[in-house]
């Protein structure tokens, strides 16, 4: 495969370094502003916000993914550091593009339905530095401005969750802080011992460029198994991938609301994204020989996190568990290696950023009006707030996989894909779903249905602008159901050519017979006639 690395019509306006800049600065503007009405101090913070979702759906409305179906588009490079091969270097394809958009979403949306509690100027300039850090992992095509902004997040997202989390939030951001800076570490040590091999192999300058090292494949194969390791255990930690999972529900229990929506949203898909893209791309022949434990750790992770989801009291610790299980179909299908099941995992993605962030939303605007999240001092609730219930019904189906809402279409895709590759595997997996609908129904009956009691039933319905901020996210769960073709062809361009990249590189592999159009879904009619 060789990648061409394509400008698009917008290559005159650096929009992708804009994505990074906007935010960041932005930061810098709300962290210096003086001591102003808090309700002014999140206009500023929303201005920035709404113009980096501005400017990723300019990169969704201007991609060109029939003519440039194989190549990184919105190509913007800069020299850095120009004796070692560094440089400022962006690119989007398929599989990174509604990742940025879903950023550029999320963001203005957790700002309009939260405000801080206190020292708001802090809280929106973390914010903004986080959602720069996201983007900058998103776009970035050169290794070391890839993990300065993987490692970015980790600084924001500790404070808003030691400051102005709940309950025993110190101990929760010190051990998701200490847990994703380990396996990064370890990642660092990867990435320029990736550079140097390059460079020695190749007879060259050292470069940190992405595609020119993929594209070379000039490390030797065991060695590239053990630097893939030191990627994929930094990308376990931040999924986070069973038995790594530890920070997760701590982390999400007691961050504030609004982190834990970003959290879900986003972050958790920095992992899964790196797999991909630093993983699959850069070892293909380690991924694929380490293919098997990943599935099985991504199958183990599925029933394990929804079997612990059915078990807790706690609302928001119920709905952090589901996210150990979701991210565990998104693993299994990046590691069937194939078309579908991949094309399954980057939607699936964007799925559960969706429907997880707004089950996240809609559990903080109870705490907001019960200031308890235990499952057996709510119920009723459907009485006295009928539309909360409403909304909760719809984003609950959602992640159950209903099928008519988002969650089925990555959840199909990814079955249907591991099945033709690794038949045992999807069907194990196929469990899960079975378990997604035991543990969301049954906390869905005891929080919204039986009797109400005083404090439930005097419980006050959602507010216009409540309404008005889930709106969107019910929107893309219903069309990314119903009409989800647009989204998957442009990203089934991109996985395609990942996947005859993987295949030019690992002897012996093929992808299975693809009888499926994933934007049509129509049956290959040669393989019926010769009865396949």
């Known amino acids: 495969m060789n990648v061409v690395i394509a400008a698009s019509s917008s290559a005159t306006f650096p929009v992708l370094p804009s994505l990074l800049i906007v935010p960041a600065a932005g930061a810098l503007v709300v962290a210096f502003l003086p001591r102003v009405r808090k309700d002014l101090t999140k206009l500023v913070a929303l201005i920035f916000s709404t113009t980096t979702c501005a400017l990723s759906l300019w990169l969704l409305s201007d991609f060109e993914y029939e003519k440039h179906s194989d190549m990184f588009q919105f190509v913007s490079r800069q020299s850095w550091i120009s004796d070692f091969g560094i440089s400022w270097s962006f690119g989007a394809d398929g599989i990174s593009l509604f990742l940025i958009v879903l950023t550029g979403l999320l963001f203005p949306i957790a700002f309009l339905a939260v405000d801080p509690e206190h020292n708001d100027r802090s809280y929106f300039a973390w914010m903004l530095l986080l959602e720069a850090g996201v ?25 808003l969750i030691s400051r102005w989390g709940h309950g025993n939030r110190s101990y929760a951001a010190t051990k998701f802080f200490l847990f994703t800076m380990a396996g990064s570490a370890l990642m660092l040590v990867g990435i320029i011992t990736v550079a ?62 609004a982190g834990s929506v970003i959290l879900a949203g986003v972050l958790l898909k920095l992992g899964t994204y790196g797999l991909i893209r630093f993983g699959l791309y850069l070892f293909p022949e380690a991924s694929h020989f380490f293919a098997p434990v990943f599935l099985t750790l991504g199958v183990v992770g599925i029933i394990y996190g929804a079997v612990v989801a059915a078990m807790q009291k706690d609302l928001k610790r119920l709905v952090a568990y589901s996210s150990i299980a979701h991210l565990g179909f998104i693993v299994l299908g990046t590691f069937a290696l194939n078309t579908e099941a991949i094309v399954g995992s980057v939607l699936q993605m964007v799925n559960h950023g969706i429907s997880t962030g707004a089950l996240f939303l809609l559990v903080g605007m109870i705490y907001e009006r019960r200031h308890t999240r235990q499952i057996d001092e709510l119920g009723g609730l459907q009485h006295s707030a009928p539309l909360m219930a409403g909304f909760f019904t719809v984003v609950m189906l959602s992640s159950i996989g209903l099928p ?3 969650g089925f279409v990555g959840e199909f895709l990814i079955l249907l894909g591991t099945f033709t590759a690794h038949r045992w595997w999807a069907v194990v997996a196929t ?35 409540e309404t008005l901020v889930l709106l969107p996210l019910l929107a893309l769960i219903v069309f990314l159901g119903i009409y989800p073709k647009p989204v998957i062809n442009r990203m089934e361009t991109s996985v395609k050519t990942l996947v005859v990249h993987i295949e030019k590189h690992v002897s012996g592999f093929e992808e299975p017979v693809n009888r499926y159009s994933l934007g049509e879904i129509k049956i290959d009619i040669q393989q019926v006639e010769e009865g396949h």
């Open 135 to 159: 983007m900058g992992v998103f776009c970035s095509l050169d290794l070391i401005v890839f993990f300065l902004c993987f490692e970015v997040v980790l600084v924001p997202m500790y404070f």
């Open 196 to 257: 140097f091999l390059h460079a020695d192999s190749v007879g060259g300058s050292i470069t940190f460029d992405l595609v020119e090292i993929a594209e070379s494949q000039s490390i030797t194969r065991g060695t590239a198994r053990w630097l893939f390791l030191t990627f994929a255990l930094a990308f376990a930690v931040k999924i986070p991938i069973f038995p790594l999972h530890t920070w997760l529900p701590d982390a999400h229990t007691e961050a504030p609301t």
């Open 404 to 406: 008519g809402l988002n």
């Open 431 to 465: 469990v899960g779903v079975v378990l997604a609908a035991l543990y969301l129904l049954w906390a869905y009956q005891r929080v919204f249905h039986g009797p109400a009691e005083k404090e439930n039933a005097e419980m006050t319905d959602l507010k216009t602008r």
